[in-house]
């Protein structure tokens, strides 16, 4: 998975191979973990690509998850 770029002021890009379909979570957090909003996607065989507009969010730490089948990553992100 590569999440780009880091650190982001406008659009966070998402993009990773998947092998299958799959439904999965993507979610956005603060730097205390509060939900802050969340979206489900269904990926496709091959590359998959998602951007999330960030651009509203105040500057900080904050934090990626993705979840899918019974696998949880999450990816620390700095908005300027």
């Avoid at 957090?29 to 979206?39: F, R, V």
């Amino acid at each position: 998975m590569r999440i780009f770029p880091n650190p982001v002021s406008n659009a966070l890009n998402i993009e990773f191979v998947a092998l299958r379909r799959v439904d999965a979570r993507l979610q956005l957090l603060n730097a205390g973990g509060q939900l802050l909003s969340q979206q489900s996607i269904v990926t496709v065989p091959g590359e998959n690509s998602i951007q999330l507009d960030l651009k509203e969010l105040p500057a900080g730490l904050y934090y990626v998850s993705v979840t899918a089948l019974e696998n949880s990553l999450r990816y620390k992100i700095v908005v300027q």
